[in-house]
């Protein structure tokens, strides 16, 4: 099964860019890219998703290695609400029946004032 | 929109007791899936529910149980709790549960077990 793995935290100044890499070295050629980020007291909340192109958004961008074992999400400028642990999660189709779900352990996002 | 809501928030209970979570997906939304999420474990993935059955499971032992009801409400059930059940339980709904779609997640339901 594929695996993703994430920096457990990293820090970074208010209003400079942030970028969060996730490691999925054996991503299935079906599996979508996922992030998500979940506030304090909060349920994760949708960041952006892709398979294949680069991906921007009003929240972020989402660059895809081009051999998809690797993707970075870029938050252009950094403020203080965009503190939180960020997941890189892979989605597979179903097969047999069963959608595979691979989670990173997560990036704890620290914002300096 | 409303979005998802999960009923109760908080919940103790007692070893050996069992607990019925709730969850309300956005309207529209068929498909409903359960989290786990732990400080050890992080977050896993324990079933999802399209159309009232069960689409796909995790590796969650039969204690574990849910069901979607025809307005695509669905429910968790946790029989004979175990310590190591405390976690924040987590639901999230989307239109129809693609690799490719957006979930969007319900605040939690916090379950201490004693």
């Known amino acids: 099964d594929a695996k993703t793995t994430q920096p457990n935290s990293m820090e970074s100044n208010e209003e400079e860019p942030v970028h969060l890499p996730c490691n999925h070295s054996?991503?299935?050629?079906?599996?979508?890219i996922h992030w998500y980020r979940q506030l304090p007291s909060q349920g994760p909340e949708y960041v952006i998703h892709?398979?294949?192109s680069n991906v921007n958004n009003r929240m972020a961008s989402l660059a895809i290695a081009e051999d998809r074992k690797s993707s970075t999400l870029i938050l252009h400028r950094a403020t203080l609400r965009d503190a939180a642990v960020y997941y890189c999660?892979?989605?597979?189709?179903?097969?047999?029946?069963?959608?595979?779900?691979?989670f990173g352990t997560g990036t704890r996002l620290t914002i300096i004032p | 929109k409303a979005g998802v809501t999960q009923t109760p928030r908080y919940l103790i209970k007692t070893r050996g007791q069992q607990v019925t979570l709730s969850c309300s997906p956005i309207?529209?939304?068929?498909?409903v899936s359960w989290y786990q999420q732990t400080p050890g474990q992080g977050l896993q993935f324990l079933f999802e529910?399209?159309?009232?059955?069960?689409?796909n499971k995790g590796n969650f032992p039969g204690r574990f149980s849910g069901r979607q009801f025809s307005n695509s409400r669905s429910e968790m059930n946790v029989s004979t709790l175990e310590l190591g059940d405390s976690a924040l339980y987590l639901c999230?709904?989307?239109?129809?549960?693609?690799?490719?779609?957006?979930?969007?997640f319900g605040p939690g339901t916090r379950l201490l077990v004693l």
């Open positions: 999230a709904s989307s239109l129809a549960g693609g690799p490719q779609e957006t979930q969007y």
């Open positions: 054996t991503i299935s050629g079906t599996d979508y």
């Open positions: 892709g398979l294949t």
């Open positions: 999660i892979l989605r597979a189709p179903p097969n047999f029946g069963n959608e595979k779900l691979t």
């Open positions: 309207s529209g939304h068929r498909s």
């Open positions: 529910y399209f159309s009232e059955t069960q689409r």
